[in-house]
């Protein structure tokens, strides 16, 4: 056999398996649905997705700082509602790549109040060709915040009211720490298409009774989830750059309050792991690191 037909067959067999490989992560790889298992802790707030964690904002009296535009946009834009408005609390997001399992997850438990599909006319695009590198296969983490799409893309935004939990302490009905109370509060999960995304396929519907990591939908190929997470006594847990994972991560807390039971009033407890970083971007200290699937 000559040396050129080698080479000829040599090509071939690899162009053959680039093909099957491209198959097999397009249609079997992408669509892998692993088993999760949240942690137990009420008070945690749980990646809703698998991906890079590309920044935790936060916002006060229902705006936050934008540095790409160099001004202050109202957080109601994110989702296309009026949430947000005249609060103050954090903005998290989580960039899927193609190569990230693409279920979205509940981060707590709570009942589902809305779904507000907000559509679009054009989807624009998420990154350029080197960030889609960066981000897809070196894992380097982008802060997309602010970006034409980010507030100009199809989204799906799913609201959470939320039990807070709460503990009572000494003289409190019941007397003693450790049993539960609930306060009420709301989260929204904004999903947000790229340009090539084909669908997002939501399973919940209002009224639905969620427990943590419970999958909310599905979003073709490349995408981002935001958490909008109104209050003052958040602990942000996981840092910017950070590979999470849905269902499983903790990204935040809740930070946890003692009932007086003398006043009817709350007493903040200041949680062990990650402080609230005032007037940053909300980077914290590095969560444990976690195996991946």
């Not at 904002?57 to 949430?83: A, M, N, Q, W, Y």
């Not at 847990?237 to 990204?251: E, M």
């Amino acid at each position: 056999m000559s040396v050129g037909a080698v080479m000829l067959m040599v090509v071939g067999v690899g162009a053959a398996f680039v093909g099957a490989l491209v198959l097999f992560l397009r249609h079997v790889w992408f669509y892998r649905d692993p088993v999760r298992v949240p942690p137990d802790d009420p008070a945690a707030i749980l990646a809703p997705a698998d991906g890079k964690l590309i920044y935790a904002r936060r916002f006060t009296g229902g705006k936050v700082f934008v540095e790409k535009l160099g001004k202050t946009i109202p957080v109601t834009e994110l989702s296309g509602t009026d949430f947000g408005a005249g609060e103050s609390g954090w903005i998290i997001g989580v960039y899927m790549t193609p190569l990230d399992v693409h279920f979205n997850y509940a981060p707590v438990a709570g009942t589902v109040s809305r779904v507000v599909h907000t559509p679009a006319a054009v989807n624009l695009p998420m990154l350029d060709l080197l960030e889609y590198v960066k981000l897809t296969y070196l894992r380097q983490a982008i802060d997309l915040f602010g970006r034409r799409y980010h507030l100009s893309n199809e989204r799906n935004t799913i609201f959470i009211n939320v039990e807070r939990p709460c503990s009572q302490g000494p003289g409190a009905a019941g007397g003693t720490v450790g049993v539960p109370g609930a306060r009420r509060t709301m989260i929204a999960v904004v999903e947000i298409a790229d340009k090539f995304v084909n669908k997002i396929r939501c399973f919940v519907k209002e009224g639905d009774i969620l427990r943590p990591g419970q999958k909310l939908s599905f979003i073709e190929r490349g995408s981002q989830v935001d958490l909008v997470i109104p209050g003052d006594d958040i602990d942000i847990i996981a840092r910017v750059g950070q590979q999470v994972f849905g269902a499983r991560t903790v990204i935040a807390r809740f930070r946890s309050r003692r009932m007086t039971g003398e006043t009817g009033g709350e007493v903040p407890e200041m949680a062990e792991a990650g402080r609230r970083i005032e007037g940053t971007t909300g980077t914290a200290a590095a969560g444990p690191a976690e195996p991946a699937g």
